[in-house]
């Protein structure tokens, strides 16, 4: 009876519970579901913490990706602690209900921390994607550096994006038999949307009207949102940006966070200037085409830095520190800080300097080739079986 028993477990379909919160989040995590739910070895099953709302859905819509649960955990005013401990307790109670045999999270974010905290609780193993990043300063970025560390303390296994990624990992103690260079699954998922708008063109006609309006410049793409900007920092990107838009060879289109310590600091400086777009968040296949039709980016996301280079553009990175520097030792990227004299220095110089330019456009990806999520399947089969035969 206990063969039996032991056979027909080891035939049952593992149950993979994935958290997630976040636009970036879900962009970086729909390409694994979607093979899960295309695997017989898998029960997968999906809880989105809502800590994007509109931005989230509309990932959730393209990618044809049905939540099993929703926490819708966003709250007006909310704080940090606030928002952790509704994500922990929320998690937990589905945790309970649930009891997979596994959890999924991605990156840094509050919901990915808190999934993997209540997760320990239980002695659910987690797989973390995108493992391994660290930026060396527990406020920058804040409070996503910190909440990266603890979940390097928390996760079986880490699925890290590139081999310096992993080298981190190791070196900070992690068992090596927990890390698995997978490549990055933002690059799948930039294959597959711009493979869906090639087929689909209608999914990205919201930059048709500035495309006819910027006919002939340059296109410089700028998104800010990081906490550790908000105050001064995002004057200093707000008046670089206007002193920028001075040359009438370029033109700027901005999607501007929801946030108001962003949003309203970017409407006092840029409304009105003739060749600044201050636009409305896009959805992710408008952002592809944004970033396509761009001349190079100027950016304090993490994402960016690995979806940019993937199109051949090149990154300056408007923040201090980066967790992601295999793109500025590759030539792709290049820190230049919230400050405006460096920052309008380094885009006048690959604006100018075509030798410049063109060193970083054509210099290596270093983020993977578009097979992360099937990587990252293998490994999770492995692993619930090894946990099973254990």
């Not at 920058?140 to 928390?154: D, I, K, S, T």
């Not at 310096?164 to 933002?186: D, E, P």
């Not at 998104?223 to 206007?242: D, F, L, M, P, Y």
């Not at 270093?366 to 099937?374: E, K, L, S």
């Amino acid at each position: 009876m206990l063969a039996l028993d032991y056979a027909h477990d080891m035939e049952r379909a593992r149950k993979i519970l994935t958290v997630f919160g976040t636009r970036p989040e879900a962009i970086k995590l729909f390409p694994l579901l979607h093979r899960l739910a295309h695997d017989a070895r898998f029960d997968s099953r999906i809880l989105v913490t809502g800590q994007h709302r509109g931005m989230l859905d509309q990932v959730l819509q393209l990618a044809d990706i049905v939540p099993d649960h929703d926490l819708a955990l966003m709250q007006t005013g909310q704080t940090l602690d606030q928002l952790t401990a509704r994500a922990l307790t929320g998690i937990g109670e589905i945790l309970d209900r649930e009891r997979p045999d596994w959890m999924v999270v991605q990156g840094d974010t509050t919901s990915a921390f808190a999934a993997a905290l209540a997760a320990y609780y239980r002695q659910i193993p987690v797989c973390h994607v995108e493992a391994g990043l660290r930026s060396g300063d527990i406020y920058h970025p804040w409070p996503e550096e910190v909440n990266r560390r603890a979940l390097g303390a928390l996760a079986s296994l880490h699925c890290a994006p590139t081999q310096a990624a992993a080298t981190g990992l190791l070196q900070g103690g992690t068992s090596a038999h927990r890390v698995h260079v997978t490549g990055n699954t933002v690059i799948d998922a930039l294959h597959w949307v711009t493979r869906r708008i090639w087929g689909e063109p209608a999914l990205a006609t919201m930059m048709r009207p500035l495309e006819r309006r910027f006919a002939g410049k340059r296109i410089i793409a700028v998104t800010c949102h990081r906490r550790e900007n908000w105050g001064a920092g995002a004057e200093e990107i707000a008046k670089s940006v206007k002193n920028i838009a001075k040359r009438n060879d370029i033109s700027v289109i901005f999607p501007l966070h929801l946030n108001p310590q962003v949003r309203n600091v970017m409407m006092a400086q840029l409304d009105g200037l003739d060749n600044v777009a201050l636009i409305e968040p896009l959805d992710y296949p408008n952002f592809a085409r944004l970033l396509n039709i761009s001349h190079l980016v100027l950016t304090d996301s993490g994402g960016v830095q690995e979806e940019a280079p993937a199109l051949g553009k090149p990154v300056l990175v408007m923040r201090e520190t980066t967790e992601r520097p295999e793109g500025v030792k590759a030539g792709t990227a290049v820190l230049v800080g919230a400050r405006q004299q460096r920052i309008v220095a380094e885009c006048n110089r690959l604006l100018d300097d075509d030798l410049a330019y063109r060193r970083m456009a054509r210099a290596h990806n270093p983020y993977g080739d578009g097979q992360a999520a099937g990587r990252i399947v293998e490994l999770l089969a492995q692993s619930a079986e090894a946990r099973m035969t254990a």
